[in-house]
């Protein structure tokens, strides 16, 4: 069991990090525009559910010693923006050849794993005391994850795949890495749920690596990519504008 003075430093640790990283976030959000706005805005919002989230726990930890149930609910529905995030950016990387893409490729289509996962996100959030509707909630959640890991490997498979901008291979690529790391995190929190109830009573070490670090991995993978491909906004509408260009003539 970890002491509380451990988790304390722990929840400090987890605000420190996603307070610096929602100004990445911030940036990734207006550099991608349109397009890309759902996937990085899904990032930003992972930042704020997890500030409030460690905020809360770090104040029930110093008041009283004991974790907050609120804190529990908000941290596990918290994996939902690390979800939405990835199909929002899929979406992105799906841009120029969005019209070969099957029909659940699309807008519409990718509504589906949205209502799944808010479907997941409700129940835990109702779930109050009721340690069940907690335990269905994540449950829902997996089940959205494996759907967006389908249409990674549908998108990966297209025909049309050689067509993408650059930038966008990189946001697919990036989307491939995290799909794991989502999984063995999801797989962590639903353990834990089910198990311990809290991470009350788990080991410092497995909190910290598979809770804490592997989330900042995905994070990182987020920004770091999102950074890296600031430009893509731009570089599609110089593609298409030269497309449109009467003048002209595929090579």
Not at 60 to 84: K, M, V
Not at 86 to 104: C, D, H, M, W, Y
Not at 192 to 216: D, P, R, W, Y
Request: include cysteine; charged fraction near 10%.
């Amino acid at each position: 069991m970890i002491s509380s003075t451990a988790n304390e430093g722990l929840e400090l640790a987890q605000l420190a990090f996603y307070a610096i990283a929602s100004v990445p976030s911030i940036y990734c959000l207006v550099k991608h525009g349109k397009v890309g706005l759902l996937g990085w805005l899904y990032v930003l919002i992972m930042c704020g559910i997890r500030i409030v989230g460690n905020g809360l726990a770090y104040h029930a930890l110093s008041t009283n010693g004991e974790p907050d149930r609120a804190a529990i609910i908000i941290n596990g529905i918290g994996l939902s923006p690390l979800l939405l995030a990835a199909l929002g950016i899929l979406r992105e990387s799906n841009n120029s050849i969005q019209s070969t893409l099957p029909v659940f490729l699309g807008r519409f289509g990718m509504l589906i794993p949205h209502m799944v996962i808010g479907g997941g996100i409700g129940l835990a959030a109702a779930s109050g005391k009721n340690t069940i509707l907690l335990e269905v909630g994540m449950i829902i959640l997996a089940i959205g994850w494996a759907m967006i890991v389908g249409l990674v490997v549908v998108s990966v498979k297209s025909n049309t795949h050689w067509r993408r901008l650059d930038e966008e291979i990189k946001l697919l690529r990036a989307v491939m890495i995290v799909m794991p790391l989502v999984g063995i995190r999801l797989i962590y929190a639903i353990v834990t749920v089910f198990k311990f109830k809290s991470t009350s009573g788990e080991s410092l070490a497995i909190q910290v690596i598979f809770g804490i670090l592997l989330e900042f991995l995905i994070m990182i993978t987020y920004l770091f990519t999102g950074i890296y491909t600031r430009n893509l906004a731009h570089v599609s509408s110089k593609k298409a504008g030269v497309i449109c260009d009467p003048d002209y003539t595929p090579v």
